[in-house]
């Protein structure tokens, strides 16, 4: 372990490799002194783990119905009660961790690089370029969120699939836009005007030199972000446009306990509580990593 | 060498522009060192920049080794010409190693042997092997300033364009750092043009100056007028008093010159 520790924090690394090895020991290291954050990794982790182990942590299936153990309270047998149509609600949210890390993983993917090319894009090129591009991006600002995700889905068709695209086109503009602002601030600096006279091309100017300056506050507003995608997930889902039955997704199935809130109140709170969580440990982390990646703290 | 003729760099339009270069013109011969002088906001790092094709020029003719430096100069030219800039902590990419630092000229210019060149380069400018993976913010500022000279150096240019190398370095440094040019210059037979508000480190450097005045060329000497004192423009006779250190008199007589 010490060897190791000697290794990471070696003040002359033997090579590149070692080198970053040891920057990331060190934001590791920054994250470790933020309880909080802790927190949110901890929860963001217990998600995966759920999602991955899925088949062996659920005691039944979600799938099965059992009208005779319809709406049951929370009990040994069932550890979080059953729904309307008697499944069991822990094994669905269990399977249901898997819909929400897919949607959260699809999103994250084509957002991320989406919004970093267009803002790179704009911000190093300016004039035309930018003007247009940014015109685009404000088109897309100017509409509430869920209701241009609602517009999506209603003209490409309910289904999960479709949530996830509709939800990506609307959220990556403000990733766009941080993108352009750390690349105009980026732009007139002297390492950019010394790749440019050693000959470097634009794109290799954006990709080697831009990208990985304007990462770190991307990957902080994303993990931020995370919270209000399951929540737009659900919402779709509380709506129908979402997840369709039976499929075990988490603001689907608040759509169903909905109507028995009064009388059993854990078929729509057990999701609930599942969302919260999930959206408050994304969130927790996101603020421990925004913390420790600032480029203005280097 | 450069050859500069009636150069004119401005920024923005119409009334608001500023003219920062007016009518600049000199000759740098093959293996000499040219000095522009001047105070802050003299023109004299706008020029630099014009040369190297950092920011269009206006007016007037740029030529680099008997050719007119395009707009958007191709290969051949970035290799041939290549800058050091003022600020060392601004210059080099935070989260780059000095390693790829390095490796990036090489690669973009198609370089064989990255590996020894680098090796070498930074044995050159006097940093050990054990620096080649270190990240900037691991440095000094000297060490730093060394890096650069290896980034602008690695390349093989015949020009090099100094942009106050030493003004963000401590006075120690600085002289380390200008001995480490000058030997680099004897070794590879470069050609400098060194812009500093410093007439003391330019007398050192240069065989020749400039100095500029609000964008302009007010006098040209030689290293013997300059060591003499025998400069005729009272802007650059203040500025060589001013660079001889400071006392309350001179302050007291300063002038300003409009």
């Known amino acids: 372990m010490t060897g190791l520790r000697a290794w990471l924090l070696a003040e002359a690394p033997r090579s590149s490799f070692q080198a970053r090895a040891g920057r990331a020991w060190l934001a590791w290291l920054a994250l470790r002194r933020n309880p909080l954050a802790l927190v949110g990794l901890a929860i963001v982790a217990c998600l995966v783990l759920v999602a991955l182990l899925a088949p062996w942590l659920a005691t039944h299936s979600p799938y099965d119905q059992n009208l005779e153990a319809r709406l049951l309270p929370p009990s040994p047998a069932h550890w979080l009660g059953t729904d309307e149509l008697g499944r069991d609600l822990y094994s669905r949210l269990v399977w249901g961790s898997r819909i929400t890390l897919g949607i959260v993983g699809l999103v994250a993917v084509i957002v991320g690089p989406l919004g970093l090319v267009v803002g790179t894009l704009a911000g190093y090129a300016g004039g035309w370029t930018d003007a247009v591009l940014m015109r685009l991006t404000d088109v897309f600002l100017a509409f509430p969120r869920l209701i241009l995700a609602l517009a999506f889905v209603a003209a490409l068709g309910p289904g999960i699939e479709n949530a996830v695209i509709a939800i990506a086109i609307t959220a990556w503009p403000p990733y766009a836009r941080i993108a352009r602002a750390e690349t105009i601030t980026i732009r007139g600096s002297d390492f950019i005007a010394a790749a440019v006279v050693q000959g470097a091309s634009p794109l290799r100017i954006i990709r080697g030199h831009v990208v990985p300056l304007c990462l770190s506050s991307l990957i902080v507003r994303l993990t931020l972000d995370m919270a209000g995608i399951i929540l737009t997930a659900a919402g779709l889902g509380f709506l129908g446009l979402g997840a369709q039955p039976p499929m075990p997704e988490w603001g689907a199935m608040i759509s169903t306990g909905r109507q028995y809130v009064l009388d059993y109140w854990w078929v729509a709170a057990m999701p609930g509580l599942a969302i919260a969580a999930v959206s408050l440990g994304f969130n927790l982390l996101g603020d421990g990593l925004r913390d420790v990646l600032d480029p203005r703290q280097r | 060498m450069i050859r500069v003729a009636g150069l004119e760099v401005g920024f923005g339009h119409g009334r608001r522009r500023v003219h920062a270069v007016?009518?600049?013109?000199?000759?740098?011969?093959?293996?000499?060192?040219?000095?522009?002088?001047?105070?802050?906001?003299?023109?004299?790092?706008?020029?630099?920049?014009?040369?190297?094709?950092?920011?269009?020029?206006?007016?007037?003719?740029?030529?680099?080794?008997?050719?007119?430096?395009?707009?958007?100069?191709?290969?051949?030219?970035?290799?041939?010409?290549?800058?050091?800039?003022?600020?060392?902590?601004?210059?080099?990419?935070?989260?780059?190693?000095?390693?790829?630092?390095?490796?990036?000229?090489?690669?973009?210019?198609?370089?064989?042997?990255?590996?020894?060149?680098?090796?070498?380069?930074?044995?050159?400018?006097?940093?050990?092997?054990?620096?080649?993976?270190?990240?900037?913010?691991?440095?000094?500022?000297?060490?730093?300033?060394?890096?650069?000279?290896?980034?602008?150096?690695?390349?093989?240019?015949?020009?090099?364009?100094?942009?106050?190398?030493?003004?963000?370095?401590?006075?120690?440094?600085?002289?380390?750092?200008?001995?480490?040019?000058?030997?680099?210059?004897?070794?590879r037979g470069l050609t400098f043009l060194f812009v500093s508000h410093n007439l003391a480190v330019v007398a050192q450097m240069c065989e020749r100056v400039a100095v500029m005045m609000n964008g302009r060329v007010v006098e040209e000497a030689d290293a013997g007028q300059l060591a003499a004192g025998a400069l005729a423009h009272p802007y650059a006779r203040q500025l060589l008093q001013a660079s001889r250190g400071y006392d309350r008199e001179l302050a007291r007589s300063l002038v300003r010159f409009e």
């Not at chain 2, 740098?28 to 269009?56: M, N, Q, W």
């Not at chain 2, 490796?103 to 620096?131: K, N, Q, S, T």
């Not at chain 2, 270190?134 to 000297?142: E, I, K, N, T």
Request: hydrophobic share 40%.
């Open chain 2, 22 to 187: 007016q009518n600049v013109s000199f000759t740098v011969p093959e293996g000499a060192s040219y000095g522009l002088v001047g105070e802050s906001g003299s023109g004299k790092t706008t020029a630099l920049r014009a040369i190297a094709a950092l920011v269009p020029p206006a007016a007037g003719r740029i030529e680099v080794d008997g050719r007119q430096v395009a707009a958007r100069p191709d290969r051949a030219f970035r290799k041939k010409v290549q800058m050091v800039f003022q600020d060392p902590y601004g210059s080099l990419h935070p989260r780059h190693t000095v390693d790829r630092i390095l490796r990036e000229p090489c690669r973009i210019h198609g370089l064989g042997d990255i590996d020894g060149r680098i090796g070498h380069m930074l044995a050159e400018v006097g940093l050990g092997p054990a620096f080649r993976f270190r990240f900037p913010h691991q440095l000094s500022g000297g060490q730093r300033q060394r890096v650069a000279i290896a980034r602008a150096l690695i390349l093989e240019p015949r020009v090099l364009l100094l942009d106050e190398p030493t003004s963000a370095l401590d006075v120690s440094v600085q002289a380390e750092i200008l001995n480490l040019l000058g030997d680099l210059r004897a070794a």
